[in-house]
């Protein structure tokens, strides 16, 4: 079993519509996540942190589930520039500096 | 964007010869990282750097060596290229290595070994 598991999609969604990715991971250790978003053949950069308590940007709203070791990532109002990989990232954790990456869902949104 | 440099951005190489890919960075952060992209794999860690001539290996470290004399460059080396590390290599860089912290990657570099 990965350590961290994504549903590798794509999703692909019309404009306008709510999406929603799950990301569970398996080291109940773990202390700290973020989703990355990669364009195509482009480097992933930080599209936010997830909190315990969620949080959200704009259209963008990220829970964690603790207990059942999942994060999810819902983007309401999807935009055609939404288009992306969502990297779920997991870090933290015993037995030193451990950081996974998931694979990524692929994400299409057309107009 | 974070100043980061990755060279070569593509190569091409044939197998056994040593390939060598640089890391740059203009932030003066302490930490620096290599990792490869493959598909169905994400991206996995090779080695890292927490400081001039201090690295430690990561997952998939076996085949490639790195280096780091100076705080801005970070170099890692396949000793003998094969074809299973055609890959998409990251650096990426952080302030600190402690939860919470962002990394910020590099452009990639896309290395095919024929």
């Known amino acids: 079993r990965k350590e961290v598991e994504q549903d590798p999609g794509p999703f692909n969604v019309p404009e306008g519509a709510t999406v929603a990715f799950n990301c569970t991971y398996s080291n109940s250790a773990s202390q700290s996540f973020f989703w990355y978003r990669q364009d195509c053949r482009k480097e992933p950069k930080l599209l936010m942190s997830?909190?315990?308590s969620g949080n959200e940007d704009g259209r963008f709203t990220a829970q964690l589930n603790r207990a059942s070791q999942y994060i999810s990532l819902l983007i309401r109002d999807s935009k055609l520039s939404d288009s992306a990989t969502y990297l779920c990232v997991v870090s933290g954790g015993t037995g030193g500096f451990k950081t996974i990456f998931g694979a990524g869902t692929r994400l299409f949104v057309k107009a | 964007d974070a100043g980061i440099t990755q060279s070569p951005r593509h190569k091409v190489t044939e197998t056994g010869t040593p390939v060598t890919l640089r890391c740059h960075q203009t932030e003066n952060h302490r930490y620096m990282y290599w990792y490869r992209q493959d598909p169905g794999h994400g991206l996995r860690l090779i080695h890292y750097s927490y400081g001039v001539k201090d690295t430690d290996k990561g997952e998939v470290s076996d085949g490639y060596s790195v280096s780091r004399s100076k705080t801005e460059d970070f170099l890692l080396t396949l000793e003998s290229a094969t074809s299973s590390q055609t890959s998409v290599y990251f650096c990426?860089?952080?302030?600190?290595?402690?939860?919470?912290?962002?990394?910020?990657f590099g452009q990639g570099t896309r290395l095919t070994v024929v």
């Open positions: 990426a860089i952080s302030e600190a290595m402690t939860v919470n912290t962002e990394a910020f």
């Open positions: 997830v909190y315990s």
